[in-house]
């Protein structure tokens, strides 16, 4: 079922997406060669819980970390560890914060030191590929313009888009209805409404668009072992287009 949020929960996911941006802005400082995922973790948790929220990915469906750390390869849900950054990697950060109940969603990933020139056309063109999707947003359009947006963008400039992870609708549940994929056709999909809130969150390949599972049953990796880029926001639909929750 999609939710249309009330007025009161819009402006409780409003505070939870701030303190979702906020961690992200906090944490940027951190982020240099040396540093560690397990470090990176416990920074934004105690972050989180100062600003009166609880990160929303501990332990959901057992996850056990506080945020997603994600490097090079990893494309989705890497997992904290004693393993440090080093010069050249790319690390996806994806932060999601609880407060008063409602959620806040974002994801990005950043350059640690001097990263190649391959690592800077897929952080730029996955960047962009996210705002491409929320270009298409408004009242009355349809997820799959979303999809389609995001799609193009990225094989236009000859990048793979993960097909087997997607968008969500986000709420009082992390994970909610509808799916928004970063694929798919202009008109198709469930009708955006006013009042909805969705996460957009295109994952983007360097090379083909596969992927696998680790062991660990949680970290998603590149079928390649080339890099991977993720930007997301959650998102307010308005009569006129969106509302940006998770503003960095």
């Known amino acids: 079922m999609i939710n249309i949020k009330t007025p009161r929960e819009i402006d409780l996911m409003r505070v939870a997406g701030e303190i979702v941006g906020d961690t992200h802005k906090y944490l940027i400082p951190y982020l240099?060669?040396?540093?560690?995922?397990?470090?990176i973790d416990s920074l934004a948790r105690?972050?989180?819980?100062?600003?009166g929220a609880t990160p929303s990915c501990y332990h959901y469906n057992g996850y056990p970390g506080n945020i997603c750390i994600s490097i090079n390869e990893e494309v989705v849900h890497g997992i904290r560890s004693k393993r440090k950054l080093c010069d050249g990697d790319i690390v996806t950060l994806d932060i999601c914060a609880c407060y008063k109940g409602y959620h806040g969603d974002s994801a990005w990933?950043?350059?640690?030191?001097?990263i190649s020139e391959e690592k800077k056309y897929l952080?730029?063109?996955?960047?962009?590929?996210?705002?491409?999707?929320?270009?298409?947003i408004k009242a009355g359009s349809h997820v799959g313009d979303i999809?389609?947006?995001?799609?193009?963008?990225?094989?236009s400039h000859g990048l793979g888009v993960v097909k087997e992870l997607v968008g969500h609708g986000v709420g009082n549940n992390l994970h909610e209805d509808p799916d928004v994929p970063n694929y798919g056709k202009k008109n198709t999909g469930p009708i955006l409404k006013?009042?909805?809130?969705?996460?957009?969150?295109?994952?983007?390949?360097?090379?083909?668009?596969?992927?696998?599972?680790l062991d660990d049953?949680?970290?998603?990796?590149?079928?390649?072992?080339?890099?991977?880029?993720h930007f997301e926001?959650?998102?307010?639909?308005?009569?006129?287009?969106?509302?940006?929750?998770t503003k960095r």
């Not at 240099?32 to 470090?39: A, C, H, L, S, V």
């Open 109 to 114: 990933t950043y350059a640690i030191g001097n």
């Open 147 to 155: 999809g389609e947006a995001v799609q193009k963008y990225v094989e």
């Open 32 to 39: 240099k060669p040396g540093i560690t995922t397990e470090k």
């Open 194 to 213: 006013e009042g909805m809130v969705i996460a957009v969150e295109p994952m983007v390949n360097l090379g083909t668009a596969d992927v696998c599972l």
């Open 123 to 136: 952080l730029e063109h996955t960047e962009k590929s996210l705002y491409e999707g929320l270009k298409q």
């Open 217 to 229: 049953d949680w970290t998603v990796v590149t079928l390649d072992n080339k890099p991977s880029a």
């Open 46 to 51: 105690d972050y989180i819980i100062k600003r």
């Open 233 to 245: 926001h959650t998102v307010l639909i308005t009569k006129d287009g969106y509302e940006i929750l």
